[in-house]
């Protein structure tokens, strides 16, 4: 007979004797004395002891088949943050070891998650969260059924309290259960959160399943009776389940994706499970024979398992009445992982290679760390943390045959950097099934995408920071650039923190600009300012968070008190020291030298340029970005030869003044395109100075040097060119050294 003072977890120990795994009850039955000693005299606002809801956790955290431990910590998991006075980590540690300590000290961590809100403290929720599933996945197992027991709950809470726990139900515990593969505990989340944050729209939605169920309350039976004669004529061991669809599943396709009720094909649901994967292709044939399948409604997801483990046969098919419904068909252990995903196949309780195939599912764990570490501010980390948590994916094979799973919407330079970072960082083209497409397009499900590269490729483009979508490709990129461009890097985050300095009107000397930079980057742990410039250049710095250190250094040591307008002198023309070229550029500091436009660069009017005495051949100027004057700015004996410039706009605007700028034009072969091309440049009056072509796989490349007035001008005919039939991609190109 059961111990009085065990009686409240009866029910749970039930439960692992009906499991028939292997469990160390004595442990367990002390891990519920330790928690009902710490929970003594708590309540739950329902009115019953606090001690229910970590027995309640523990026999969800059962029910997934998680071992002995994950049951202790499940019964200890708030002990530590609601006992403090009684109890601590290291006395968890002694009494039940150091994986049940790492268990109760990762849920405590996990506090309330808002990815609504950008703050800070909210990033590190997640943060923590990340770090603890990283340490032991079995952490956010256990976590999953804290959170679904709380939700079962949530009626006694007030409206306020149910809102927000629905509302961070609903953006991050579902998608991640969903990410883990663990539909069960997915449905059963989405559905209680949404019946507090729209208690209109699922109430509508529950009557329209409750009135169409019932006026085809026999449609389930009756195809369940006609499909189990047809499988037991061909000798096949099954089981059958019918459903109808989920209240959110429903609501989430009327209201997202603005459908009616009656465009929900797949309300009404079969489910088959065999024993064998080749059954499954036969029952697919046998189904198919029975009832006429809907075009475009078929998904093999046992060939190309979706990145959660998921594996099943989807097949939509009309019934003799008319009415529309989804066929599933699975193995036994298809279905097991189907409802428990990672769970039911972690690797502490399977071989190595199943711990590495583990280990690989969950690897976006540690790309997300990664992303956190690299991110630049809280905007960007949440919407990586979007894509890689709540993504639907699409489908991508490689020519190989192979296949990509990337987040919905993800591009081929996406694509590129998923296979390996040499191919991103090498790419200069893609074909789409055969056909060369846009580097930033989007492949749909079932695509063939080749990527073409080239071992003179110059690497990525930093434009591909604002196209690509996935973290991993993001990240990859940022890398390149910090490892391979460390001086234009610091030239580039050098420039924007000059024109910072100007729009805020920050009056300093460069020397006292250079100081506050330094300041500031030794507080941020960096060596000099060369460090807070190249992070800013690659992007491995938020230019916000930076800006408002650096304006509050410059405010509490540089500010100077403002000066009475009527004591400032005019400034006379010959107090200034400068030199106006007959290029439309005027140049501050030495006299008497010719001016040139650098070749490297070919700068244009509208962007940001400076000076390099050249030594016999005067000023060239440069683009402020142009990487032979990050280069040359690397050179301390170069320090003195910069000189600042800037265009003269009167000069700069006239209409008689152009300036050369390269293009390089990526085509489809066409014999009339560079035709076209020609024909679109003359109708905007543009000279071509030169021109060739090559040809690469299929495709040209042809280059160009043109005549324009300005950026905004040259921004304008590349546009026009871009629209141009199969013109796949135009960028501006630069030519050799100083």
């Not at 006429?292 to 099943?312: A, E, L």
């Not at 395109?673 to 100075?689: F, N, Q, Y």
Request: glycine share 6%.
């Amino acid at each position: 007979m059961l111990a009085e003072e065990l009686r409240p977890i009866e029910q749970l120990l039930s439960a692992i004797e009906s499991s028939n795994k292997k469990y160390d009850l004595e442990k367990i039955k002390k891990a519920f004395l330790y928690a009902d000693e710490m929970h003594k005299g708590q309540m739950r606002q329902s009115g019953e002891p606090y001690i229910s809801h970590p027995i309640a956790v523990a026999e969800s955290v059962v029910s997934l088949g998680l071992d002995t431990d994950s049951v202790c910590a499940a019964l200890l998991h708030d002990t530590v943050e609601d006992c403090p006075e009684k109890t601590n980590l290291d006395a968890i540690r002694q009494l039940f070891g150091n994986d049940v300590a790492l268990f109760v000290d990762g849920v405590t961590k996990i506090k309330s998650i808002n990815v609504e809100d950008k703050e800070e403290t909210h990033i590190e929720n997640i943060r923590k969260m990340l770090l603890a599933m990283s340490k032991d996945i079995r952490v956010i197992f256990i976590k999953l059924c804290d959170r679904m027991h709380n939700m079962r709950t949530l009626y006694v809470k007030k409206d306020a309290k149910r809102r927000v726990t629905a509302l961070e139900t609903m953006h991050v515990y579902a998608p991640l259960a969903h990410r883990l593969g663990m539909q069960r505990i997915k449905q059963e989340l989405e559905n209680t959160a949404l019946k507090y944050l729209d208690p209109i729209g699922y109430d509508e939605v529950k009557g329209n399943i409750d009135d169409k169920y019932g006026k085809n309350a026999n449609f389930i039976e009756n195809i369940k009776n006609h499909v189990s004669a047809k499988l037991e004529a061909a000798n096949i061991n099954y089981k059958l389940k019918g459903r109808v669809k989920t209240v959110y599943s429903v609501y989430r396709k009327m209201y997202n994706q603005n459908k009616s009720f009656d465009e929900i094909y797949d309300f009404y649901a079969l489910r088959i499970i065999v024993d064998t994967e080749l059954e499954c292709y036969t029952v697919l044939g046998l189904i198919h024979e029975m009832y006429k399948s809907v075009p475009g409604r078929f998904k093999d997801y046992i060939s190309t398992p979706k990145p959660n483990m998921y594996q099943s046969l989807h097949t939509t098919v009309i019934g003799k009445d008319g009415i529309p419904f989804e066929v599933q068909i699975r193995t036994s252990e298809m279905h097991h992982i189907a409802e428990y995903g990672i769970a039911a196949h972690w690797k502490y309780k399977s071989g190595e290679k199943a711990s590495v195939d583990i280990d690989r599912k969950l690897d976006w764990i540690s790309k997300l760390i990664d992303t956190e570490n690299e991110a630049s501010d809280p905007d960007e980390f949440l919407h990586a943390f979007k894509i890689d948590i709540f993504h639907d994916e699409t489908f991508v094979f490689t020519p190989k045959g192979d296949v990509i799973a990337l987040p919905l919407g993800s591009t081929l330079i996406d694509f590129a950097y998923s296979i390996h970072t040499g191919v991103g960082n090498k790419m200069i083209g893609a074909k789409i099934n055969g056909r060369i497409a846009p580097i930033d397009s989007e492949p749909k499900n079932g695509d063939i995408v080749e990527v073409i590269t080239s071992n003179s490729a110059k690497g990525p483009s930093r434009d591909w920071l604002n196209i690509v979508k996935t973290s991993e490709a993001r990240n990859k990129i940022k890398q390149w650039f910090k490892k391979e461009k460390r001086q234009e890097n610091i030239q580039v985050g050098r420039n924007e923190i000059e024109k910072m300095f100007n729009r805020k009107r920050m009056n300093c000397s460069d020397t006292e600009r250079e100081e506050i930079v330094t300041a500031v980057a030794k507080k941020l742990g960096m060596a000099d300012a060369n460090d807070l410039y190249n992070g800013l250049g690659y992007g491995g710095l938020s230019y916000t968070k930076i800006e408002a250190k650096l304006t509050d250094e410059y405010d509490r040591n540089y500010k100077k008190e403002p000066v009475k307008e009527s004591v400032i002198e005019p400034t006379t023309n010959a107090a200034v020291k400068r030199r106006k070229s007959n290029g439309g550029v005027i140049v501050d500091g030495e006299e008497g030298c010719a001016v040139k436009f650098a070749k490297c660069c070919n700068p244009l009017p509208g962007e940001e340029i400076i000076g390099f005495i050249t030594k016999g051949y005067g000023i060239s100027i440069h683009k402020a970005d142009c990487p032979n004057i990050s280069s040359a700015y690397a050179n301390e004996e170069n320090v003195d030869r910069f000189v600042k410039a800037e265009w003269d706009v009167p000069v700069s605007g006239h209409s008689s003044s152009t300036f050369e700028s390269a293009i390089q034009i990526f085509v489809t072969n066409r014999i009339s395109i560079l035709a076209d091309i020609s024909v679109a440049l003359a109708e905007m009056k543009v000279d071509i100075v030169s021109i060739n072509t090559k040809n690469v796989e299929g495709a040209s490349i042809i280059n160009m040097v043109i005549s324009c007035k300005n950026i905004e001008h040259f921004n304008s005919i590349i546009s026009r060119v871009r629209n141009i039939k199969d013109v796949i991609r135009v960028s501006r190109v630069v030519g050799a050294s100083v």
